[in-house]
């Protein structure tokens, strides 16, 4: 119970939508990392349960930064007020979110 009720208030302190209309969350409050993967699949329970429009925006976003070598980008933007890191093996964790999503 204290999950549910306590993760989706993370998405009102550190998302944002974008004009473009895309949603995306910042890592914690004290990094700037928009939407890492791994951190993603944490907080993908209560946003597919409660807001899958928000999940759906997320997994198009990891979808559209994928490379011809077939990696994604770990990181949507930010870079915990560095630069980004680089595309890593993160990219595992996407075949299970856009199941749990499909799911929904």
Known sequence: ????????????????????????????????????MQIHQLRSIPMTLFFPRLSESVMRGYAASQRPDG???????????GPPPAPSSTHGVFGPLSVELLAG
């Not at 204290?2 to 890592?27: C, H, I, K």
């Not at 990696?71 to 007020?81: I, K, M, R, S, T």
């Open 1 to 36: 119970q204290d999950f549910l009720v306590n993760s989706p208030y993370t998405f009102a302190r550190t998302g944002m939508w974008w004009q473009s209309g895309a949603w995306r969350q910042q890592e914690s409050f004290a990094c700037d990392d928009l939407e890492p």
């Open 71 to 81: 990696f994604l980008a770990h990181v949507l933007g930010g870079g915990c007020f």
